[in-house]
């Protein structure tokens, strides 16, 4: 069990970091994008916190929408419940990540999205997030030829590693199957 003191350190330092996140948001260093095409320009802003990866895969495009729409739903639409204890918080803490893939095709691109809504105890937002939840990745596929498509990944840069790399291995086909989101 944790003496007064550290059980108050570890309060204080949870207070901070919630101070300074108040004030990045206030001042405008953080503000998360509430559509796609802001988390888009977000990405391509040269910004720490999101960044594109373009590439060509050697599949059709119609390949490549189909297995975003079929894997999509099928893996993404999930809730993940993490709990956690220790660390700076005092208290134990549960959080629920409701994932909210969305897929738009036509003929010229394939648009793939991924927003999350978290909630939790101890958990304080200091800010409105879009509808369905922070963007964390969007990804539009483009005809190439006819066997091939360009994949632009707009994406956060810290965190949701399993995520990219599944949506990688659907574009190129080479790794289906669902990312475990609870890493």
Known sequence: MATPEIANERDMKLRLILVFAIVAVAAGCVKPPKTADGFRELARS?????AVDRFVVNRPYRGVARTFQKWSDACLKVRVVTKSSGGYMSHPTTFKRDYQPTVK????????????????????KVYDEAEGGDYVMVADAYPVGRRKTRVELHRVTVGHDVLMNAVRGWATGENLGCPDLTK
């Open 46 to 50: 040269g910004s720490r916190w999101a």
């Open 105 to 124: 095709v036509d003929r010229r691109r394939t648009e793939f999205f991924v927003q999350i809504h978290i909630e939790g105890t101890n958990l304080i």
